[in-house]
């Protein structure tokens, strides 16, 4: 993990947080559990297609967006349809 540290050799931003990530997915690998990143470009245009791969990431990093500054409880009611009301 070259010594927790960016390929510059700088501090790695917000590392406690990068720790705890590190540590569930070596847990979840264990149990045959993998996860995957991809980056999403962020503020982009609402995809036409609401039935796109493409729409399902916008769709996402929109939820994480909201989710991040508190727009949305981070456990939601049971039935609850965020295509209903973030769309």
């Not at 590392?15 to 569930?24: G, T």
């Not at 997915?25 to 991809?38: A, Q, S, T, W």
């Not at 981070?74 to 973030?86: M, Q, R, V």
Request: with cysteine.
């Amino acid at each position: 993990l070259n010594d927790w540290k960016r390929d510059s050799g700088k501090d790695i931003h917000h590392l406690d947080v990068w720790i705890k990530i590190y540590k569930l997915l070596k847990k979840l690998n264990k149990k045959e559990i993998l996860v995957g990143f991809m980056h999403v470009r962020s503020h982009a245009q609402k995809p036409s297609d609401i039935n796109s791969f493409e729409f399902l990431l916008w769709f996402g990093n929109r939820c994480a967006d909201k989710l991040a500054v508190g727009q949305i409880p981070p456990s939601l009611p049971f039935g609850f349809n965020p295509f209903l009301t973030y769309s």
